[in-house]
């Protein structure tokens, strides 16, 4: 299996998931659904609670393997591969975001960046010095020591974001990112997110219900009735941006 990108990062055709309910029957979650990411490229989902956003970024990122429909990662077809093998494609193209950090809570900020790095097989040296790099950028230099419960929130949230780029991800996968903020403080989170993607051309796909973080991407995505629509199509609720 390759690790050499060519073309689009993220494809899916016709993919569907449904679930089976307590009682049995069956919950139809995605319908269809049909998206191309393509390298460099900033999405927001958006929809209402319950629509399946959060189910379709697992998909996405082959955390989840849909019930029908193909996804393709870096080109391979998930479906494809075994276990083993998606973990690689996962971790080696894939940065992954989510509304609760999931920091390692006895480890300092530069050591929760560098562990991507070293599981990846990378010297202390080069993880350290890749880490210490990506935390000035998200403003964290004078904190690289202190542990993450000893961070604030949005603090744990920019070293999260640091270290799903520390392996250079062609694509990062963002779940309600600043769903637990005080407005300034995603503001400032939205700011080092989206300054980082592009900077390295990191295609970034992000669930939100925040318009504000929406209206910053290329292309504004509303999933209802478990199929993917443009805002224009889907009466957004609020613009895209300029």
Do not use: C, W
Not at 157 to 178: F, G, I, M
């Amino acid at each position: 299996m390759t690790d050499i990108l060519d073309g689009p990062p993220i494809v899916t055709r016709g993919v569907e998931r449904t679930f089976v309910g307590a009682t049995g029957q069956e919950i139809h979650v995605l319908r269809g659904v049909e998206l191309t990411v393509q390298p460099g490229e900033t999405i927001a989902v958006i929809g209402s609670s319950g629509a399946g956003k959060s189910t379709l970024l697992h998909l996405l990122g082959g955390l989840d393997r849909p019930t029908a429909g193909q996804v393709s990662l870096a080109g391979h077809d998930l479906s494809s591969l075994d276990d083993a093998e998606l973990g690689h494609l996962r971790n080696r193209f894939v940065g992954f975001v989510f509304q609760f950090h999931h920091l390692l809570r006895d480890f300092t900020a530069i050591e929760n960046v560098m562990m991507p790095l070293l599981i990846a097989g990378q010297p202390t040296k080069t993880a350290r010095g890749r880490a210490l790099e990506l935390l000035h950028q998200v403003g964290l230099g004078e904190r690289l020591d202190h542990r993450s419960s000893k961070l604030s929130g949005g603090e744990q949230q920019r070293v999260a974001v640091a270290r799903a780029l520390a392996l250079e991800p062609p694509v990062l996968l963002a779940d309600e990112p600043s769903g637990n903020l005080d407005v300034e403080t995603s503001e400032r989170l939205h700011d080092v997110l989206f300054e980082l993607v592009r900077e390295h051309g990191t295609a970034l796909v992000v669930v939100t219900h925040n318009p504000l973080l929406a209206r910053q991407t290329d292309r504004i995505l509303d999933l209802r009735g478990g199929v993917l629509l443009p805002v224009d199509a889907a009466v957004p609720p609020y613009p895209r941006k300029d």
